[in-house]
């Protein structure tokens, strides 16, 4: 049996993992969390970019979603809340503070993070961990609360899928 705070979710295909984004925006939406950092962990093509699709999609980006892999950095306004979408995978953890990481850090953010491996300390202090891997059939997603937000947004998830 899976702690409260770990969900594991199956996804078949990009259509499942987009509805995966759309889920983790509807958690974080009841669970209250106005101020979040989110981090998404896998190998290369295993989804991360799809998911977070998903999510700004579900919270009414209606144009484009862009991978940061060149600009490091793309942000969403959706009224109040600004959604950034960080990637990290060519930082080193001496290059937070030159993107204004701990700037994002504050009440109406939400804070998506691809390959939090590259910065291990700042990613520690993730509310949810995402993690992503291969399956037999499609992706398996791994889900695990690191804080008080978290956990409310693990449980929210939790009680929408029953």
Known sequence: MREPDELIVALA???????????LARALERS???????TLAG?????????????LEAMGVAGPVRSP????LESYAIGSLTI???DWY??????LDSIGFRDLLAAGHWVLVEWPERAPLAAARADVQ????????????G???GSGHGRAAVAAWRRAIG
């Open 43 to 55: 190998e290369l093509g295993s989804g991360k970019t799809t998911l977070v699709r998903g999510l």
């Open 84 to 86: 950034d979408h960080l």
């Open 69 to 72: 892999t060149f600009t490091l």
């Open 143 to 145: 889900v695990h609360a």
């Open 130 to 141: 995402l993690r992503l891997e291969y399956a037999a059939v499609g992706r398996q997603l």
């Open 32 to 38: 209250g969390s106005d101020g979040v950092l989110v």
């Open 13 to 23: 295909d990009e259509a499942a993992t987009r509805a995966a984004g759309a889920a």
């Open 90 to 95: 060519r930082l080193g953890a001496g290059d």
